[in-house]
């Protein structure tokens, strides 16, 4: 190799590492008002300027408490996936389906999961749906891939659900499922490009394991350094936020992109994109008018502080 070749071999190893390291979020993020929630997802892909690589969106979950509140994950399946549908190979969804081959681990670890999400029970038949709808444009949905290995491991000893394990055991499991998709979709013909460019995997899970920059903390759930790598910092972050779930929060309350998301809302109607660095984004949906109960009035309903 001549000495000109090894320093442009050098020189693209070098770029490739500073693509697939995070870098920092703003201290102070941008946010701009959108008609729709839609528009501000495409805004967030054309501001990433990622073609190819992985789109991960992150969603704080619904609960039965919320249930009157349509979820990120119904939204996702009739408004966005359908409008970003041709720039898509893969949808890896953050779910996985129980077989009754693990024994007492995997009845115990669904049976406490269960229940320490309350999530209603219309979010399996909104995780259907959302695998329907991509097989339907195209799309290849993929699931998650747990072993009996990995049920015992969330529960060691035979003990109580160890949720520090579960969470590792799920960003791993995520990470393997769009590594995969990943060297996939770059084995696929020229053609099957979309016209935007290389078609991108999509991940949709909860908004921790999709963290590009996580609290030190967290880093251990989050499965974005590995996807980094594989596809060199072709990566953008997502996260769908329904703003009544958020409210109920106090850590996410205290985030700065909230508060440049209260700066930014308009009256009821408008959807906010916020930008937090230049591969993470957040998309609060407009405030949804929910029926009042009897008795309630309209602007106790309708606050989101």
């Known amino acids: 190799m001549s000495v ?5 071999t050098g020189a693209a190893s070098v770029a490739a590492l500073a693509a697939a390291r995070p870098g920092a979020l703003d201290p102070a993020p941008s946010a701009r008002a959108f008609a729709t929630a839609v528009e501000a997802v495409r805004a967030a892909l054309a501001g990433s300027g990622s073609t190819g690589g992985v789109v ?9 408490d919320t249930v009157r509140i349509p979820s990120a994950l119904k939204r996702f399946e009739t408004d966005i ?6 720039r898509l190979s893969y949808l890896v969804v953050e779910t996985w389906v129980t077989t009754g081959r693990c024994g007492e681990a995997e009845k115990a670890v669904t049976a406490d ?4 999400t309350q999530r209603p029970a219309s979010t399996e038949n909104e995780i259907e749906a959302v695998l329907r709808v991509a097989h339907e444009r195209g799309i290849t949905p993929r699931i998650l ?5 990995d049920y015992q491991a969330m529960r060691p000893a035979g003990g109580a659900v160890d949720y520090d ?4 055991v799920t960003a791993r499991a995520l990470e393997a499922a769009v590594v995969r998709a990943v060297g996939e979709t770059a084995n696929r013909a020229p053609e099957a490009a979309s016209p935007d460019g290389p078609r991108m995997v ?3 899970g ?5 963290d590009l920059v996580p609290d030190p903390e967290l880093a251990a759930y989050s499965f974005v350094p590995r996807v980094l790598a594989a596809t060199l910092g072709r990566f953008v972050e997502i996260d769908l936020v329904v703003p009544e779930y958020a409210a109920a929060s106090a850590a996410t309350r205290a985030q700065p992109w909230w508060r440049a998301y209260v700066r930014t809302r308009r009256a009821r109607g408008a959807a906010v994109l916020i930008r937090r660095s230049a591969r993470s984004y957040v998309v609060v949906f407009p405030v949804h008018a929910v029926p009042a109960a009897r008795g309630e009035s309209p602007s106790r309903r309708e606050s989101v502080r």
């Open 202 to 204: 999509a991940v949709y």
């Open 113 to 116: 999961v269960e229940r320490t």
């Open 4 to 8: 000109l070749a090894l320093a442009l």
């Open 206 to 210: 909860g908004a921790l394991h999709n």
């Open 81 to 86: 996936l359908p409008a970003v549908a041709e």
């Open 56 to 64: 991960a969106f992150g969603e704080l979950h619904q609960t039965r």
């Open 145 to 149: 891939s747990i072993s009996c290995a």
């Open 165 to 168: 394990r579960t969470l590792r």
